[in-house]
């Protein structure tokens, strides 16, 4: 058995996949917002679901090299590719994952995640070299694998690629849960990710309906998911890697990991990487900038140690030269955000 970060397990060697997220290596590639499937518990944000929209991590892509330079600032070694469903755009999936390893070698390792389970789609995604396909079988059939379209897929991809099945672990259905993994496990797939079922802003109500609650009043973890996977997992013998993350994993390990490997690339000289890869800095708010810029230069503050941040309309600096700093005009603060593209604030502390 291994015991992983934060209440996470697995019975056996993690896939490859989920090894590369563990480390933070992995660009998210967030291919369209678009799915068929209307799942209760889907937890996309209002800002992508059901919207055509293109992400790298928080990137917005505009264009390919926005894809690029977001696996080169975090050091990337693949790519996990989701949504929405990638399968509604297959013919973008193919060409993303045709071009990331056209850029970065064949061992740059892709991953997906669908809940299409379309043979010809997947021979399509066969042939542009994706390495590992997720499959995403809803709640209704996981008393019917077996016989269902998804036994088809599953037997076509295991002769192509590393092939598993993803799906959120609901505390309600344990029968139905250990049916599709005993059914997995014969038709001999490579791993079952379980994920802890989650709470968020758009599927809160949904759940709620559902007689679902939060297991805490700091955790988004629905009551009794965690408890069922781990006990699943624990108590039965596979012959396949049963796998569990928790949401406490994916924010505490995963993101954390790969805002580190960021936060290296993207820190200026004026900024301090903390233990945890948030960037933490000065900040002058001032009600004229421009002669604050001149008064620093004429101080002979280095060039380097401070900038003028347009867009939020103030002055960034060093947190070592602005202690000493009095400004008529101006407030100070010490900032902490995300090195991430959308810089999200994370705390404002007033000096």
Sequence with gaps: MIYLEKDSISNKELPEGCKLCREG??????????????????????????????????RPVI??????????????????????????????TAHYIKFLKEYFGDNYHIHLYTATADINKVKILSEAGLDEIRFHVPVS?????????YENAIKLSKEYMKTGIEVPVLPDKKDELL???????????????????????????SLRIHKYRPKSYISSGVFGSQSLARKIITENEFSITVHYCSAAFKDAVQLRNRIKRRAKNVAKKYEIITKDGTLLFGSLECEDIES??????????????????DAKHRINIAPWVIEDLELKGCKKYLIEEYPTYDRLEVERTPI
């Design 141 to 149: 059939l996981w008393k019917k694998l077996k016989g269902s379209k």
């Design 25 to 58: 290596s992995k660009l998210v590639l967030f291919v369209t917002g678009l799915c068929n499937f209307r799942c209760f518990y889907c937890p996309l944000s209002s800002a992508k679901k059901n919207k055509d929209v293109i992400y790298a991590d928080e």
């Design 292 to 309: 604050v810029v001149e008064i620093l230069n004429d101080m002979g503050v280095p060039g380097d140690l401070f900038e003028y941040d």
């Design 63 to 92: 264009n390919e090299m926005d894809i690029i330079e977001e696996a080169i600032l975090i050091d990337s070694k693949g790519a996990g590719i989701t949504g929405g469903d990638p399968l509604n755009v297959i013919e973008r």
């Design 179 to 205: 049916k599709l993994i005993k059914d997995s496990e014969e038709l001999g797939v490579d791993f079952i990710n379980l994920n802890e079922l989650e709470f968020s802003e758009t599927n809160y109500e």
